[in-house]
């Protein structure tokens, strides 16, 4: 079969929830509708759950979340159902090309198209050493990815962690596409700090807000925005409260075009503890703001070079993430500086450009 001549892909996804890994699906299916691919979408999660709108693609299957598990004999059979349903759905779609997003998916992507003379390509979209599903999922990690025709990553770092089991010929780092806006940000005239994320433990708000309120007490013309939704907004709110800053600080839930407060904003801030690479590290630079990041996030450290296109800090000095906001928010002239360098840096990550990259993946 010439794979150039089937240009039908089947995408297998949980869903299309808020996630970063899920904006760079959209992005990617857009641009493929766009030069007339025709798509067919896998998934747990029924369109109730979508965040982005996918109802331009006109195939998709669902077949149903699984809820949690008391014991692993429960675990193994809501697998087994779900292994025969994605299987199924592989055979309707009749795509030769399965490209499959995340860790759990991923592996049970490759079980289910044992013998079905597919070429499988999956993507992981986090840090594979930090990033942990459990012991059980991280073995079948090792042994089943080897077995996908290409395995891609986001970051040089995730690239490198899974070439210990997987062989290095099946490997491909393509960076996340980034929308590249007309305009920048004024971040010399801009007095808001930023930060876009899942209100989840592993993003660090708490250490952002908790940095950001002995900065206030120093500059009280600064406020702070926190883009997105999660189970920590309650704890947020309190720790705000605690602060008395609520109104400096605004938990702003999910936005759907976050494009205003980008531009607005004249410092991007990020605390998690682990990432792969983060789209809104990306589109923050692409929007030219100065942003600080901590140390220990290898993916957003091949884009942000300390006092070149943006600030590091370390992971564990909170001191050190308040001594950074000080920095940029006593120099109008390195904020302006260091954001015009990091929009440099991410035109070559224009969405043209990524979706050639994975055009040779998927159709050699």
Request: aromatic share 8%; proline share 4%.
């Amino acid at each position: 079969m010439n794979m150039n001549e089937n240009k039908k892909i089947c995408f297998v996804i949980d869903g299309f929830g808020s996630g970063g890994a899920q904006r760079v699906a959209i992005q990617l299916l857009n641009q493929w509708g766009k030069e007339g691919k025709e798509i067919s979408l896998i998934t747990a999660k029924p369109e109730e759950y979508d965040f982005y709108d996918v109802s331009h693609i006109p195939f998709r299957q669902i077949i149903g979340a699984t809820k949690n598990s008391n014991n692993f004999i429960s675990a193994l059979l809501k697998n087994f159902v779900r292994i025969y349903r994605i299987r199924k759905s592989i055979k309707k779609s009749k795509s030769d090309i399965i490209l499959s997003f995340l860790t759990v998916n991923n592996i049970l992507v490759i079980i289910s198209s044992i013998f079905l003379k597919k070429r499988i390509v999956i993507s992981e979209r986090n840090d594979p050493l930090r990033q942990t599903h459990g012991k059980i999922w991280a073995t079948l990690r090792r042994l089943t990815y080897r077995y996908a025709d290409i395995v891609t990553a986001n970051s040089r770092h995730a690239s490198e962690i899974m070439s210990s089991y997987v062989p290095k010929s099946r490997i491909k780092t393509i960076a996340n596409p980034v929308n590249f806006p007309i305009k920048r940000s004024l971040t010399e005239k801009n007095n808001k700090v930023l930060n876009v994320g899942r209100l989840v433990p592993q993003k660090g708000q708490k250490k952002i807000i908790s940095s950001f309120y002995e900065f206030s007490r120093k500059f009280p013309d600064w406020g702070l925005d926190v883009l997105g939704e999660g189970p920590c907004r309650p704890e947020l709110e309190n720790l705000i409260n605690h602060y008395h800053i609520e109104d400096r600080v605004k938990l702003q839930g999910n936005i759907d075009d976050p494009n205003q407060y980008y531009l607005s904003a004249g410092i991007f801030v990020l605390a998690s503890d682990y990432e792969g690479t983060p789209n809104t590290l990306l589109e923050a630079m692409a929007h030219g703001l100065p942003c600080i990041v901590p140390d220990c996030l290898p993916g957003a450290l091949e884009h942000v070079i300390n006092n070149q296109t943006g600030l590091v800090y370390r992971s564990d000095d909170q001191n050190e993430l308040y001594s950074c906001l000080v920095k940029l928010a006593l120099d109008d002239t390195l904020r302006k500086s260091l954001g015009q360098a990091a929009r440099d840096r991410m035109k070559k990550f224009s969405i043209e450009n990524i979706i050639s990259q994975w055009d040779e993946v998927l159709f050699p």
